[in-house]
């Protein structure tokens, strides 16, 4: 824990503004009929939402005469030992999909308003109400130099993005090293740990200069680069690794956002079958378990559920956001899952499908293969959760009965295809903390370092 403290201390990087907040204390009810949640919220205890809210957070640019600030927070960690002290990470830098662009001709095209930005960990701390950023670092490539977001030339698939620098169609280029950073964490040594979509990977940090030591990915020949199973080369576009976790017996877990176009595309969007990768950090060696996620409903279509981030209960519990939003529908959960008694995958063939194939858990369990048990815990909605922050992609345990959870405002942007601009969204960056009843604690085993 000291390495962590000294690398946040001795980083030379400036500290940015103490950010104001504000706290709105919010609860939620069992389910039931009516009648029943009056009565049962008269006897049991409630899970309690607070929400702290960033104010005037740091300018990043101009673009097209619209300011764009820092935010895009898409996982946090918890500081062992602290009080309320947090690492953030941000994703790519600000972009919009415009893939509908008359100018696009079909292809998935992304628009970077700033495509230097460098993707950055942050050091946040809830403390007297206020949720404030203490300091921002660059992410680096293994040669110390400031990365970018943008995507990485050559990755292959269906469906490869291209970026573009503004509406009129100048290419922004690539970067061998682009990153869209997803989650974090921190090993049992102290490193960093961070997901990246764009190639399904998992980096190793250094914590002092962010130098990344190591990327585990099925694609790319560099040096850094140590090979995982070829199958997660199969992501859904920008759908790759989404959470990540540290347990206590040094292991690594990352689930990707959606299930794997595995073998292709066809069927995947009717899939509820994600992966679940354990890493062994040392030897480079994988396992492999299967995740049933929340079916359709209503205007929720299969392919809307995503993965927002996942948490290390103990070595084989976490905890996991499933979210979905469209149309008047929108599933905001927070759910835990034990693979303890999960069939470790070992052959991708089961009578001539692939897992993500066989759809669901039940068709799995007819081939021999028992997903993770999963028991949902409880909707972020009903808890008085804002419906426009439908993107909840941050989630860290600070006890058996302290969670919190952070929002990705996506810069607060967005675009308006009738005038053809980038428009302010005013989506806030809102870190909450939840806290459990005592009789619903985790069996929560924090890392010993």
Avoid at 339 to 361: C, D, H
């Amino acid at each position: 824990m000291n390495q962590i403290f000294s690398s946040l201390q001795r980083s030379g990087f400036y500290t940015y503004l103490i950010l104001a907040a504000f706290s709105l204390p919010l609860f939620v009810i069992s389910c039931g009929t009516p009648d029943q949640t009056e009565k049962e919220s008269e006897d049991k205890p409630h899970v309690m939402l607070e929400q702290f809210c960033l104010e005037d957070p740091p300018l990043i640019g101009t673009f097209n005469g619209l300011e764009f600030f820092e935010g895009g927070i898409s996982g946090m960690y918890y500081i062992p030992g602290t009080e309320y002290e947090f690492l953030l990470i941000n994703d790519r830098g600000p972009n919009v999909d415009i893939s509908d662009h008359p100018n696009a001709e079909g292809q998935n095209v992304k628009l970077f308003p700033f495509p230097d930005y460098a993707p950055k960990i942050m050091h946040g701390r809830l403390r007297d109400g206020k949720f404030e950023v203490l300091e921002i670092r660059e992410i680096r490539n293994p040669d110390g130099e400031p990365i970018t977001g943008l995507p990485v030339a050559g990755l292959d698939g269906e469906f490869p993005e291209l970026a573009w620098r503004d509406l009129d169609g100048t290419p922004a280029g690539y970067d061998e090293f682009g990153i869209d950073a997803e989650a974090i964490t921190i090993d049992l040594d102290g490193n960093y740990w961070i997901t990246d979509e764009y190639r399904t990977s998992i980096w190793k940090l250094d914590s002092e200069t962010l130098n990344t030591l190591e990327i585990f990915s099925p694609f790319g020949d560099n040096p850094v680069i140590r090979p995982i199973d070829k199958v997660f080369a199969n992501r859904r576009p920008n759908r790759g690794f989404e959470s990540i976790a540290s347990t206590p017996d040094g292991k690594i877990y990352s689930m990707p956002q959606s299930p794997l176009w595995n073998p292709n595309r066809d069927k995947a969007d009717e899939s509820r079958i994600v992966r679940v990768l354990q890493l062994d950090p040392e030897t480079g060696e994988t396992q492999t378990y299967l995740f049933e996620m929340e079916a359709a409903r209503g205007d929720i279509r299969q392919r809307d559920w995503k993965i927002g981030d996942m948490a290390a209960i103990n070595n084989t519990q976490f905890l996991v956001i499933e979210h979905a939003t469209r149309g008047d529908d929108q599933g905001l959960q927070i759910n835990l899952f034990d693979i303890s008694n999960a069939t470790p995958l070992t052959e991708e063939q089961l009578n001539g499908k692939t897992p993500e194939q066989l759809l669901n858990a039940e068709s799995l369990a007819k081939h021999g293969i028992e997903v993770a048990e999963k028991k949902h815990l409880f909707e972020l909605a009903d808890l008085g959760y804002p419906k426009d922050q439908y993107k909840p992609e941050g989630l860290t345990i600070i006890s058996s009965t302290k969670l919190a959870l952070i929002n990705d405002n996506d810069y607060s942007i967005d675009i308006d295809y009738e005038n053809d601009e980038i428009i302010d969204t005013r989506v806030p960056t809102c870190l909450y903390i939840i806290t459990l009843p005592e009789g619903e604690a985790l069996d929560f085993v924090e890392l010993e370092r």
